[in-house]
């Protein structure tokens, strides 16, 4: 175990946290955990990293706290809220599923989910679906954050909604409601919500460490998440040279989409009422192991064929700007992000997902590599992505 040394700045104001750091490192991948220590010269609190390559795993690394206050070390078995990045594990369970042939993505979701069909949404794909084509980004009633957690309601009202464009003529971001539509697609078919399927398909052959829907029982296990005006803003800005960027205006749309509900780092997404639901495209609880496990048995064909794979992550949105984001973000059919963009290497077959505030998981089959990298402290300004310069040390050590 090493420590990382405790810094202050002009002021007596702490600027780099005396972090623990635990794991290991093959030895060609020394420069990995290197990069991974740096990361508390910013803003890291804790944090965990994990790759495998060609099945075998390579660098397995935590450190730091699981609280703002750091009182309690990060530990292997520290698990911790991954947004986003739930949404590339839904997507695996899908791809089970599809390989089931339950369903083919290019399927109206109607024919399983007969009551989507409202509002003339009874030509969608689940191909337009799952890669954010279906218009269905926002929610039209008003919400708060414990609407969330009444699952035949949410569904229910994504059934009857009306899509905000024509569907499979654009693609915008379904930052919450992307989840409840996957899952609502799952329970027509099988009977079981995803965080259900998922546990019984994906993480008990591989034994990962992820949870969707967690048991309170494992509360005590969770790491808190620290929203970005909370972290050590002065000295990252130092560190990095950067200056704020400046915020592109948002539409309407965007704004509806990603603030009804405004979720809180803390307030909400720490909470036991957010940890023990299933809301599958935000509230995925992980290990960086648990994750990498995940992503391997898509390579090893633990968990699907190549054959299914290749399917799932057939090109579905390329090169358009996403009208929520209002950037370009590459989409498969089967709810991965790709590359080019996605910070997942080098290579254009590496898919994946990505979660705010800088958690992300991936699988590269050209290099078999499955790599996932977890934290709580949320991304603040003015400092460098982390789980993408973690990715460029590694593959630049192959």
């Not at 509900?261 to 495209?281: F, G």
Request: with cysteine.
């Amino acid at each position: 175990m090493d420590y990382l040394k405790l810094d202050l700045d002009h002021n007596g104001k702490r600027t780099h946290l005396t972090a623990p750091i635990s794991g290991y490192t093959d030895p060609q991948f020394t420069p990995v955990r290197d990069a991974f220590a740096n990361l508390w010269d910013g803003p890291e609190v804790g944090a965990s990293l994990c790759i495998y390559w060609h099945d075998k795993k390579v660098v397995h690394l935590w450190g730091g706290f699981a609280d703002l206050a750091q009182t309690r070390p990060w530990t292997r078995d520290t698990l911790v809220n991954v947004y986003s990045t739930s949404k590339g594990i839904a997507a695996l369970a899908l791809a089970h599923l599809a390989e089931t042939r339950a369903f083919n993505y290019q399927d109206p979701v109607s024919d399983y989910w007969p009551a989507f069909a409202a509002e003339g949404k009874g030509a969608i794909t689940i191909n337009q679906l799952l890669s954010h084509q279906a218009g269905l980004c926002a929610f039209e009633q008003d919400l708060v954050v414990a609407d969330l957690y009444d699952w035949d309601a949410m569904v229910a009202a994504l059934a009857r909604g009306k899509p905000a464009w024509t569907p499979g003529l654009h693609a915008g971001y379904h930052s919450i409601s992307w989840g409840f539509l996957a899952g609502a697609l799952c329970h027509s078919i099988t009977g079981k919500t995803l965080g259900q399927y998922i546990q019984a398909h994906l993480c008990t052959p591989t034994e990962a460490d992820f949870h969707l829907g967690l048991d309170p029982k494992a509360h005590g296990r969770c790491a808190d998440l620290i929203g970005p005006n909370h972290a050590r803003n002065e000295r990252a800005g130092r560190i990095t040279g950067r200056q704020p960027a400046t915020a592109m205006p948002r539409s309407d749309l965007a704004i509806r989409t990603q603030e009804n509900p405004i979720i809180r780092p803390y307030q909400d997404a720490c909470s036991s009422a957010w940890r023990q639901a299933e809301i599958p495209a935000s509230n995925g609880h992980a290990t960086a192991e648990g994750l990498a496990k995940l992503y391997r048995g898509a390579l090893n064909k633990t968990l699907i064929t190549e054959e299914t794979r290749q399917q799932a992550c057939a090109r579905s949105v390329s090169q358009q700007q996403d009208l929520v984001l209002n950037q370009v973000i590459e989409r498969s059919q089967g709810g991965f992000i790709l590359n080019p963009g996605a910070g997942f290497g080098p290579n254009q077959q590496a898919f994946g997902h990505n979660g705010a505030g800088g958690s992300s998981a991936f699988a590269d089959p050209e290099s078999q590599v499955a790599f996932a990298y977890v934290m709580n402290q949320m991304q603040p300004d003015r400092t460098q992505p982390r789980a993408p310069n973690l990715a460029e040390v590694f593959f630049n050590c192959l």
